[in-house]
C-alpha cells in the first residue's frame, strides 16, 4: 500500500511539473512574440507555433489530456452515427418556421393593437 501511495506522489508531481511547463511555454511564446515584434512576422510565427506544438504536446501527456483526446475521438464517433437532415428537410423546416414566426407576429400585433385601443377608451384618451 504504501508503494502504491508513493507512485501515486510521483505521477501527481510529474502532472504539476508538466502542467507548469505548459503554461511557462504559453507564456513564453507570447511574451517572445511581444519582445521580438522586430523580427519579421514569418520567423515570429514559426517560433510561436512551435512552442505552441511542443505545451500541446506536453498537455497531451498528463491525465487529462489523454483524458481530452479520448472525449475528442468519442464525439467524432458519435457525430458520425447522427442522421443529418437532407437539404430539402433543412430547406422545409426553415419555411415553416418562418411562416409560423410571422404569423405568431401578426396575431401579437393585432392583441396589441386591440389593447392599446380598449385602454384608450377607458381611460377617454384619443390616439
Known amino acids: 500500500?504504501?508503494?502504491?501511495?508513493?507512485a501515486r506522489k510521483n505521477t501527481y508531481g510529474l502532472?504539476?511539473?508538466?502542467?507548469?511547463?505548459?503554461?511557462?511555454?504559453f507564456i513564453a511564446a507570447i511574451v517572445g512574440n511581444y519582445i521580438y515584434r522586430d523580427?519579421?512576422?514569418?520567423?515570429?510565427l514559426l517560433a510561436v507555433l512551435i512552442l505552441i506544438t511542443v505545451a500541446l504536446s506536453i498537455a497531451l501527456l498528463t491525465k487529462k489530456g489523454k483524458a481530452a483526446v479520448a472525449f475528442i475521438r468519442e464525439a467524432r464517433t458519435e457525430m458520425r452515427k447522427v442522421i443529418w437532415p437532407t437539404l430539402q428537410e433543412t430547406l422545409n423546416t426553415t419555411l415553416i418556421v418562418a411562416i409560423v414566426t410571422a404569423a405568431v407576429s401578426l396575431v401579437l400585433w393585432g392583441l396589441d393593437g386591440m389593447l392599446v385601443r380598449l385602454i384608450s377608451v377607458i381611460t377617454n384618451l384619443r390616439f
Open 15 to 25: 502532472e504539476i511539473i508538466q502542467w507548469f511547463m505548459v503554461i511557462i511555454l
Open 39 to 44: 523580427i519579421v512576422l514569418p520567423l515570429r
Open 1 to 6: 500500500m504504501s508503494a502504491n501511495t508513493e
